[in-house]
């Protein structure tokens, strides 16, 4: 069961469980608002002089904006597949929210009721919108299923958890590819600002990096595109830049092409005389030595004799 901090003291800290009921913490280093895991035996109801001195403190705390509530927004997560959709959090990461990006997204969840996600942890939420996508069709190809989420949240590294969290339990459907990634508020804004969600906005910037000309890119253009369609566009453009950087040397090999032995180093047009490997000091330097003192006498004997 999980628990948020409410209020902390010297030697204790008070946390309210998410149903409704408060406890006391007698050991460890709490902040307000942090969330925290408890035993069920550990979740003992506190008397009601101290349980209602705790709700008062709670009170105070929504008046000066210290701990926001059961109901207030904590964080916002995405799941794309052609469907967007968006389910805001709590603190206790619960449904407080749901909507629809797009008409797809729309058109899912009139099909699931609100009691069904509402109030739902969101990694069971999300299993819902899945079953339902999987009912209308999407997903249920051999491979290519594409699932795109994101997660942000008041922090990074929560947020961070949270897309972690996500991406392994949607990755333990089956023929199902999730990736999941932590975003900041402000991705969030520009990804708003331009009509998607910001999970399907990462996948648009990645294409867009990919692209043979990124300057002209248009974002809006891809907007409407499944995440299955962006992600293939992508691995086509990988694999098309791979095969126009392709060099001489990448065919070395193949059909019976000779390897030059040092691919990638130019050739070289030194004089220098060539090294022994069995003594690469010595030897052929002291050959060469003595070649040339000997062609050198003769040279000069020439010279003497005319």
């Not at 009721?113 to 299993?127: M, T």
């Not at 962006?230 to 090999?253: E, L, M, P, Y």
């Amino acid at each position: 069961m999980r628990a948020a901090i409410v209020e902390t003291h010297r030697t204790y800290a008070v946390a309210l469980l998410e149903s409704g009921r408060f406890i006391k913490l007698h050991s460890g280093q709490y902040e307000v608002g942090q969330t925290v895991a408890v035993r069920e035996k550990r979740a003992r109801t506190r008397s009601m002089l101290t349980a209602y001195a705790s709700l008062a403190a709670v009170l105070l705390l929504f008046v000066v904006g210290g701990y926001k509530g059961y109901t207030a927004p904590y964080g916002l997560v995405s799941l794309d597949v052609n469907p967007s959709i968006e389910y805001t959090i709590n603190i206790f990461d619960r449904v407080i929210g749901v909507n629809a990006v797009n008409g797809d997204g729309e058109a899912i969840l009139n099909q699931i009721s609100n009691k069904e996600l509402l109030n739902a942890s969101i990694g069971d939420a999300v299993d819902r919108t899945i079953a339902q996508l999987q009912e209308n069709g999407y997903l249920n190809e051999s491979d290519g299923n594409y699932v795109m989420l994101s997660a942000n949240s008041v922090s990074e590294t929560r947020a961070e958890k949270l897309a972690v969290a996500l991406e392994n339990r949607v990755n333990t459907h089956a023929n199902l590819s999730a990736e999941s990634v932590a975003v900041s508020n402000d991705e969030v804004e520009q990804a708003h600002s331009l009509g998607t969600s910001a999970g399907k906005l990462v996948l648009i910037e990645r294409l867009k990096a990919a692209s043979e000309d990124p300057d002209s890119f248009d974002e809006s253009e891809w907007l409407g595109e499944s995440v299955r369609d962006i992600v293939r566009a992508t691995q086509d453009h990988g694999n098309s830049g791979k095969n126009g950087n392709k060099t001489d040397d990448d065919s070395c090999g193949v059909d019976g092409e000779d390897c030059p032995d040092n691919p990638g180093l130019p050739p070289s047009t030194s004089n220098a005389p060539s090294v022994n490997p069995d003594n690469p000091s010595n030897e052929n330097r002291s050959d060469n030595a003595s070649k040339n003192k000997s062609d050198k006498s003769s040279s000069n004997n020439s010279s003497n004799a005319r």
